[in-house]
């Protein structure tokens, strides 16, 4: 049976027509379905499709469990499914959304827990490197030392440093696992894979060009996040209405926080966000937010938990200022400031800034040089592995950083 279940279209195959048998005997069998329950069926059958492709592109930049990522997928599949049977009048079966939603959701998190080994990936390594520095706690991933250099005690992949030597005997093994297609990873990009984060002291050595994006996903990127955030509109334009009438009664001062940051290709922008704090004095200088907790109304520390405060940078990615998701944008005397105590800082400016970003939902708050070091690290990862389904995974990360509060400051 596992053997069976490691088969991907046998899974999920079982997933689809075991619950829609499932659910006829449920809702009590018949031989003749209303049109509803067909409806129905075929819906349910869209929205789990949708989830059992989209979970793996979602988990494949960071070797991360993929249980975390059932739930909202597999919600956010039936949200959509759900929006589109009120958007075209489509007749349905609320029961059969229902009991389609629990066992989906049961199979998949069933399924995943015995194919577990089937996704985990075992490299074995060649040990001119501190391999103990890929932490496979951290991922689905085995590490193995080769003790002998044999064809067959390699399974997913060869891990090497590519940089340092190697001796004739190994050379000739690396190049025998290539022509034999089995894949060989200089070890720096696993380190990256696992850790999700560039490592900055070797960029030098990368091509400039892996950190280009791809223009046309840019352009894509554009439109989809202007289309989204105006079809959120009357949901968070009363919320941004009620924020500022709050604002304004518990403390002088205007509602809105303009500031200059810097955007895209160094250039500078004004950049919009309820204010959370007391009014800051003209002559005051720059400051990280943690160390200016105390100016922090109550108001504010509730708006910054749960990112409300950041709704009005909406407007600023509708301008083509910002990106829903990107770098977050620095102030300009921190950027001088980083720009001369960290190698590469200024390709973070590569893209747009963002509202959330891979560094915010996977590190947290950045504020002095190493954990910006560190940031910049998380940044250039984005950069240069920037798609639809990264993004993907950083809105969901990002849901879970507001539920938590994860880096709010």
Excluded at 32 to 55: D, H, M, R
Excluded at 319 to 327: H, V
């Amino acid at each position: 049976m596992k053997k069976l279940l490691n088969n991907s279209v046998v899974c999920h195959s079982i997933g689809i027509l075991g619950s829609l048998l499932l659910i006829d005997l449920l809702t009590g069998w018949r031989d003749q379905l209303p049109f509803t329950v067909i409806n129905s069926f075929w819906l349910i059958s869209a929205a789990y499709l949708g989830a059992s492709i989209t979970i793996p592109k979602i988990t494949n930049y960071l070797l991360v469990d993929r249980k975390f990522y059932i739930l909202p997928v597999l919600a956010s599949t039936y949200g959509i499914i759900i929006g589109s049977i009120f958007l075209l009048r489509i007749d349905y079966s609320r029961e059969v959304l229902i009991y389609g939603f629990a066992l989906h959701l049961a199979w998949m998190y069933t399924s995943t827990a015995v194919r577990a080994e089937q996704h985990k990936l075992r490299f074995s390594v060649i040990d001119n490197f501190d391999y103990s520095a890929i932490n496979p706690r951290l991922a689905r991933l085995t590490i193995t030392p080769l003790v002998e250099l044999n064809l067959s005690k390699v399974q997913d992949g060869l891990v090497v440093d590519l940089h340092k030597d190697l001796t004739a005997e190994q050379e000739k093994f690396v190049a025998d696992c290539s022509i034999n297609n089995i894949p060989v990873f200089h070890s720096e990009s696993i380190i990256e894979m696992v850790e999700g984060k560039v490592q900055t002291k070797h960029l030098s050595e990368n091509a400039i060009g892996t950190l280009i994006p791809n223009p046309l996903y840019h352009t894509l990127k554009r439109i989809w996040e202007s289309i989204l955030i105006i079809l959120s509109l009357p949901i968070t334009l009363p919320v941004m209405l009620m924020t500022a009438i709050l604002i304004k009664l518990e403390s002088p001062g205007p509602a809105m926080f303009i500031q200059e940051r810097v955007g895209q290709g160094g250039k500078s922008f004004r950049i919009y966000k309820f204010r959370s704090m007391t009014v800051k004095k003209d002559d005051s200088s720059d400051k990280f937010a943690t160390q200016e907790q105390a100016r922090v109304t109550k108001v504010g520390k509730v708006i910054r938990k749960v990112r409300i405060d950041e709704l009005p940078q909406f407007f600023n990615v509708l301008k083509g200022e910002m990106s829903l998701i990107g770098p977050r944008p620095e102030q300009e005397s921190f950027v001088k400031q980083f720009e001369q105590e960290i190698p590469f800082y200024g390709y973070r400016h590569m893209v747009k800034p963002g509202i959330t970003g891979w560094a915010q939902t996977v590190q947290g708050y950045a504020d002095d040089t190493d954990s910006t070091r560190n940031k910049l690290a998380h940044d250039l990862y984005y950069i240069k592995h920037l798609s639809f389904w990264l993004d993907m995974n950083i809105v969901l990360k990002t849901i879970r950083t507001i539920l938590t509060g994860f880096g709010a400051k």
